[in-house]
């Protein structure tokens, strides 16, 4: 069974800075592409990035709101996947859920999530 | 605002049939494919179709997914009391080379 447990979400004052990470079981993460989607509190979905797997050049791809702040990266010796927050803005306070994805591009299975709040 | 619009309420009542739709443009649903997402209150999302028309393991087959031109469309035959929840449609953009969300459609069954 797949599961997908993140953790690191906190309070963080604008401009700051988080960590992300997701641990991740049940299947082959080393073949596996991973995604981060967050979902602002009472709002809808947002793609934030995506990273291929190591064999396909473990490339990375941002949405637009996040891409030269957020940099999603993984550890394939510790089945990991994680996601460094930078220049923190009020709007991206989210739930973040770590995802495996299908047909390469869309979300699976998903974590539970976890909250990050940025307000001064 | 999304790039995919999604009509935000829908309702239906137990065992009747109800099509939720998504709109988009040439870049997204045109182009590629449609997914559908269904989310309980208080849960994570769940994959409930993918690939336009293509359902994962263990979702009924009540639930069934199309696509016309640049619109999707997910069908819900049989309604149930567990179905009231919001759904989310999902395509892959070309132009901004990742995925793009609906706005959701919240079904109540009455």
């Known amino acids: 069974e797949v599961q997908l447990v993140e953790s690191g979400g906190a309070l963080v004052k604008p401009g700051g800075s988080l960590r992300l990470s997701c641990a991740a079981s049940g299947f082959a993460f080393t073949d596996a592409y991973m995604s981060w989607v967050r979902q602002p509190p009472g709002k809808g979905l947002e793609w934030v990035a995506r990273?291929?797997?190591?064999?396909?050049?473990?490339?990375?791809d941002y949405g637009a709101a996040v891409k030269g702040r957020f940099t999603i990266s993984r550890d394939d010796s510790t089945n990991a996947l994680y996601l460094q927050l930078d220049s923190l803005k009020p709007e991206d306070t989210a739930v973040y859920y770590c995802t495996t994805l299908v047909a390469l591009r869309f979300p699976e299975s998903w974590g539970q999530g976890t909250l990050v709040t940025v307000s001064s | 605002q999304s790039v995919l619009t999604q009509t935000p309420s829908a309702s239906g009542t137990p065992g009747q049939t109800v099509i939720l739709s998504c709109s988009g443009g040439?870049?997204?649903?045109?182009?590629?494919?449609v997914n559908w997402y269904q989310q309980l209150p208080g849960t994570a999302p769940k994959l409930l179709i993918h690939?336009?028309?293509q359902r994962p393991s263990g979702v009924p087959d009540r639930f069934s997914g199309s696509k016309s031109g640049t619109s999707g469309s997910l069908v819900i035959s049989g309604l149930q009391s567990e179905d009231e929840a919001i759904y989310y449609c999902a395509a892959w953009d070309d132009s901004l080379n990742g995925v793009i969300f609906g706005g959701g459609t919240k079904l109540t069954v009455l």
């Open positions: 690939t336009t028309d």
């Open positions: 990273i291929k797997r190591e064999t396909h050049g473990g490339t990375t």
């Open positions: 040439r870049s997204n649903i045109g182009w590629n494919t």
